[in-house]
């Protein structure tokens, strides 16, 4: 922390981050669960199995590798916030 910056400037830095990366994360698992809808209307129409299965583990794919970035992203945000409140 600065000499000019005031005790209150990293948490709301920090809180920023989760905010956006929320939201960032939602708009991802919204991707996610819209693909899996569409992969349903496609199995009830008869879709090729094969197009079904790959559309299918391609919304689990998206979820969980958006699951695993938004952990590692609050992670690293409360890493850099624990490091700019108790700088000295």
Do not use: C, Y
């Not at 890493?79 to 700088?87: D, I, N």
């Amino acid at each position: 922390m600065d000499k000019t910056e005031k005790w209150w400037e990293p948490i709301t830095r920090f809180i920023v981050h989760v905010l956006v990366g929320t939201i960032i994360f939602i708009v991802i698992a919204i991707v996610s669960v819209v693909v899996d809808l569409v992969v349903d209307k496609l199995a009830f129409l008869g879709a090729n199995s094969f197009t079904v299965r790959m559309l299918s583990s391609l919304a689990d794919l998206i979820l969980i590798v958006d699951s695993i970035l938004f952990l590692l992203h609050l992670v690293q945000s409360v890493l850099k916030a624990f490091r700019e409140t108790f700088k000295k």
